[in-house]
């Protein structure tokens, strides 16, 4: 074994969660809960009960020191066994490691891109007239893009200027010069632009950083542990670009979401109509999955229902709830609990996230399982493949196909969890942007610096990423955001962090009034005072599905220009508690390279090698400001986050006072 006399922290986590094991507390979503008992006396296998029975876990596996690279592997390295302590290439233990490790980054950065070069295609076709369910919703956000990344559009045709803008973005793809992609070069500041041209980081083409590291972590190629992580925050950052452009182009199509209300979990299903899930991250299907819905009622009341119910799971849920107002089922961890409820006539899956078991579970019950996409398929499921072309058509075609299966209902099955919480998301950065400038219209962004700057709050925790079996599902996310809001720390959101906090009344006016400390409490209530919306605000600010999270680095980018500072300097954390997918690691590795402090409350393999693990926690820190915190307990990880923030705010504001009293200015300091 890797280590025999220390346990690392992933031993850690393996004992606290066979002791959660016993104590059979696995989740702290009511509904999920509930159907977990459900599940027992109906004996039906969930993703927990896998778990268990993957226990326990391969401590190898579990530290990353397993290569499986080459075909002379598995070669499990034991550093202190002479003989065993390299591959049989001679692989060092770090070599392996950190090839592990960046294989995760060019997994999640080939999957967020992939989603984003889909947009732009559709996009692309948009305006040459060939995808007629499709139309360029947001021109202004065009407009803007467009003037951002220098095309020119005074006079221009609308539709000229969105090819032009869509072809910008396949180009960021592939293209053959040295410059940096347009979509990393043109959101963020000097100062990082800087810092990754110095650290050669800025990825020129997005295919291409992901294949070079692939190539880079080939057997005989590298194995220089630092060159190789290197490597890896150049995928990373080919990540970013992909779901920047992802995010811009998707608020072009559908729009750029604006403040929602709605509902979240379990008894959101209604069991007087015909409920249909729409499951993955793709929203080119689920929004038009959306729109044939709403005139489809009438066929539904043919079979007896009400008309349709359309809920969301994972990150096409996020999408469509940031624009729809569409409800959301439940999130990653509990997704195959949707189906136990007896009701969901069918769920429309898209790519990414969509566990293999919920076809299992679907053979329990009447559930249609409905693929759409011809590189995310589950054997047993309907499909009916998404074309761009026929969009609308193939949309209908699936919610005929959920029509006729209400009728198959087992009504002996039938049990829907009656929790629910109201939702107000919707917070695109422009929506955030737009809140603040009804305090001050002509500096909106000085609303949220000038309250840091002022005391009321110390400063922003952006929660992102996933559930992971390996901790109680949904409680560390929500421990944390209920500690530091109390500390009076602003909260952003996204992806499967958001669906944990929908559920919990979290993204609701409940939370500010339970869990807001004083000075976040009365900064939340100065907007919405000042706002036109009819909805109260909420504790955390849903910005998205996760490749929104390019929402969150521009709201700390434009933090920093109007603080004239670096993003490492500014009072800003992240945390992903419970992440889970490669697409995590990739976003994470990112985050740290911008200069922001990100928890992981789950331990990534690195823990074999001491040399990539304190390159993630220490040098990352010395080159990029920005670094892991590797916290499987959720009240230290709070107490951690607290402690990064309070330390940035207090730096922060003696620069500025003594700018104040010195230089009749602000602070112009640019080490991290
Ligand atoms: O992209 S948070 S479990 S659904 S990977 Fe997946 Fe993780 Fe959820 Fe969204 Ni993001
Ligand atoms: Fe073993 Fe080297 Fe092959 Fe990895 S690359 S499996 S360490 S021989």
Known sequence: MPSKTKDTKADVQMEQNDKLQSDELRTVDPAAA?????????????????????????????????????IQGPCRIIPSKPGQDKGICGASVYTIVARNLVRYIAGGAAA????????????????????????ITDKEKLINVAKRIG?????????????????????????????????????????????????????????????????????????????????????????????SLATDLTDILFGTPTPVVTEANLGVLDPEKVNIAVHGHNPLL?????????????????????????????????????????????????????????????????????????KDMCNCFHTQLVSTSHISKIPGSSHIEFNEETAMEDAKKIIKLAISSYTNRKPELIKIPQFKKHVVGGFSFEALINLFSKVNTTSPISVLTEAILDGEIKGVCAFAGCNNQKTIHDASIIEIAKRLAKEDIFLVSTGCSAGAFAKAGLLSIEGVEEYAGPGLKKFIKRLEEKSDLKAKLPLVFHMGSCVDNSRIANLWSEMAKELKISIPQLPFVASAPEAM???????????ISMGIPTHVGVLPPIEGSELVYGVTTQIARDVFGGYFIFETDPAKAAEKLIEKIEKRVWKLRIHRQTAEKYNSGRAKVYEA
């Open 34 to 70: 509930e159907m977990l008992k459900n599940a027992a006396n109906l004996n039906i296998k969930t993703s927990w009960d896998r778990y268990k029975a993957q226990q326990p876990q391969c401590k190898f596996g579990n530290t990353g020191v397993c290569c499986r690279i080459c």
């Open 112 to 135: 967020h891109s992939d989603h984003g070069r889909e947009i732009a295609y559709t996009l692309l076709h948009t305006a040459e007239g060939n995808a007629p369910d499709y139309k």
């Open 151 to 243: 095309i020119q559009t005074d006079g221009k045709d609308i539709d000229k200027v969105a090819k032009e803008v869509a072809i910008r973005a396949l180009e960021d793809f592939g293209k053959y010069d040295n410059k940096p992609c347009t979509w990393l070069d043109t959101t963020i500041d000097e100062e990082r632009k800087f810092k990754f041209k110095n650290t050669t980081i800025a990825p020129t083409a997005i295919d291409r950083s992901i294949t070079q590291l692939l190539h880079q972590t080939h057997v005989g190629t590298d194995a220089d542990p630092v060159n190789i992580i290197f490597g890896g925050l150049r995928a990373a950052l080919a990540d970013y670009t992909g779901m």
């Open 286 to 358: 689920s929004q038009v999955v959306v729109h044939a819905a709403r005139e489809m009622d009438a066929e539904a009341n043919t079979v007896g229902a009400k008309g349709i119910n359309l809920v969301g799971i994972c990150c096409t849920g996020n999408e469509v709830l940031m624009r729809e107002g569409i409800p959301t089922a439940t999130n990653f961890g509990s997704q195959e609990l949707a189906i136990m409820t007896g009701v969901l006539d069918a769920m429309v899956m898209d790519v990414q996230c969509i566990a293999p078991g919920v």
């Open 581 to 591: 997918s490669e697409k995590a690691v990739s976003i994470g590795s990112w985050v």
